[in-house]
């Protein structure tokens, strides 16, 4: 690669690296973006330009077979690996487990990577307080005090498999054309419930539903047979066992926004049923003063290559919060701050789409989708509390708060 930068950020550099090589390069991005790199790159390989933009930086990588993982190493001078394998029960390797060293403070991501073939991992090693985080889909998740050298036995989560057949196998991982390519159908990851659930143990994803990051990337964009979806509770009401395969692009092409850092890109196993077909979805949580509830029903007519589909859902959230909080200042008076306040909300929205589909090939297809989103009734915010401040033990102030504030349907009249 033949390329000339200029005080640019190092985030930057490595992106170009990265598309201009053979390999993804996963690096934490609020790392990068506080160093800049000025730098003549003449016919270098991709390692070799790697290591000239790190060279001076408190930064070192690792090389795996498809990817390298920078990490951020401080003002530390010496730089270790972490070497290791993850198995199972039986011993047995356990290729592309989630293999992430957090911050034993913040649990924020430090580096990153995913087991090769024959379960083994290399990270570069710097930060003594990090600890490491293994997961694998169907296993009970671990994290570790880091050793130079590892073997980590991971054990089935039965919570999570109580509803996996035994016909099931563990998800294959093949990288082709830029993408990490997960079979879903036929395997555990088909039956963990909603796709919701099922994208949480994919491969170089760590996070909570709704709040997933890719490994060494950040946020994902999420598309769905081609679609990006803007309103995520579609995974909700998706099972994983309609998901025929799940792909992790870590360096998104020329189709995506220079501002997506990565892509997960779900196909649905294509239903070859015909007529009239429906679905239903039901969910309520009770916690001790906040319901919620959500109904959802979907339809669906197909006849030849035709797919005219239709749905209609409905949400209703209510909440409450108390929080107390005392400060304390020491100056020629002491004095302490006491504050309390409770929350309450309401809130409900309705949701509906309709559309169809037309299958041209087996891969060709057109289509139109409309979706709207509405509030049902009034959705209101009730805010109260007080605030008590005392000088030396005397009370010398007493503030009060009192807050409402309501949001009507659009087009209704009260």
Sequence with gaps: ?????????????????????????????????????????????????????????????????????????????????????????????????????????????????????????????????????VSFVGYKSQILACKPTMHIGLHPDTQQLKAVTIKSTRPNVVYKDGAFTTLVSGTILGELGSAEDMISQLPFVSGEAGSWEIIGRGAPEIYLNGRKLENLNELKRLSAKDILKAEIVTVPGAQYSSKTNAVIRLRAVRKRGQGLSGSLYSEYMQGRYSPHGYEDVQLNYRTGGLDIFGEVGAGLDRSHATAHSETQLHTTSDWEFNSRRTTNTLGGEILMNAGFNYEISEKQSLGMRYETTNMIGNNYTHSWGATDVWEDGKLTESMGVDLFSKSKPIGRIA
Excluded: W
């Design 1 to 133: 690669m033949t390329f000339l930068v200029h005080n640019e950020t190092l985030t930057s550099v490595l992106k170009k690296i990265e598309k201009a090589g053979e390999k993804n390069i996963l690096f934490a991005y609020q790392a990068t973006d506080q160093y800049r790199v000025t730098a003549n790159i003449q016919a270098k390989r991709q390692k070799e330009a790697l290591e000239m933009v790190l060279q001076g930086k408190p930064f070192s990588f690792v090389e795996h077979n498809t990817y390298f993982a920078v990490q951020y190493t401080g003002k530390t001078t010496r730089v270790e690996q972490i070497k290791g394998r993850v198995v199972d029960e039986h011993q047995k390797p356990l290729p592309f487990a989630n293999v992430v060293l957090i911050s034993s403070v913040s649990k924020a991501y430090v580096a990153g990577c995913v087991t090769a073939e024959d379960g083994s991992f290399v990270l570069p090693y710097a930060d003594k307080d990090a600890m490491l985080k």
